[in-house]
């Protein structure tokens, strides 16, 4: 059953990337990109069930910290091109 | 381990992967932006939920299924959070809505 379910998430993932790879816009590519994080947790979880490793899940946990940083990160670069900028001028 | 147990969490990852699959394919059947997000959040809420409430039976009252509670308030409290994000900086950016087209169903004038 781990193993089914991975390979659930693996066909996830490379679906995620053709998209990424194909996507129109940049946000398309965020998302996918955003979505492929997701499913390395996931992932990360379901394989350390089948090992029998359940301590993997602590990678799990920063994988899933470190998706959401790095996606708000690449967010803010894409609107606004550059990492350090002040909100209350750019707003104006 | 029980055998009710392992049934349990063989019907709930095989329904998350389901559920995986079908948010991956909607992001390549869907036409535009807006509309894939919405595809993509199914499998951060539907896959990620079902299948790591599948891995918590296995895991029992112990602190690994405390860390995999710990993985799902993560997701749940990031995930809308980047499909807002994700969205607010698309329509900022200009990214036009298909819905805004005039001449899609013929009843965008009101």
């Known amino acids: 059953m781990y193993v089914a379910g991975m390979a659930a998430i693996v066909v996830t993932m490379f679906l995620a990337l053709a998209r990424a790879a194909i996507g129109p816009t940049v946000f398309d590519r965020i998302l996918a990109v955003n979505m492929f994080g997701t499913k390395t947790v996931l992932l990360i979880a379901v394989a350390g069930f089948l090992t029998g490793r359940p301590e993997w899940l602590d990678l799990a946990i920063v994988y899933t910290l470190v998706n ?13 091109g550059n990492l350090a900028r002040d909100d209350r001028k750019a707003d104006r | 381990m029980n055998g009710a147990l392992d049934i349990v969490t063989a019907v709930l990852l095989i329904a998350g992967g389901l559920f995986c699959v079908v948010g991956g394919i909607g992001l390549h059947r869907f036409s ?18 079902l299948m790591l409430l599948g891995l918590m039976f296995q895991g029992g009252l112990s ?48």
């Open chain 2, 63 to 110: 602190m690994v299924t405390l860390k995999l509670v710990l993985v799902l308030a993560f997701l749940f409290f990031s995930s809308p959070a980047i499909a807002h994000a994700l969205v607010k900086a698309a329509h900022g950016h200009g990214l036009a809505l298909e819905l805004d087209d005039p001449g899609r169903d013929g009843d965008a004038a009101g």
């Open chain 1, 68 to 80: 959401f940083t790095g996606t708000l990160a690449v967010l803010r670069f894409a609107r606004f």
């Open chain 2, 32 to 49: 535009e932006f807006y509309q894939r997000t919405h595809a993509a959040s199914v499998t951060d809420t539907a896959g990620a939920g």
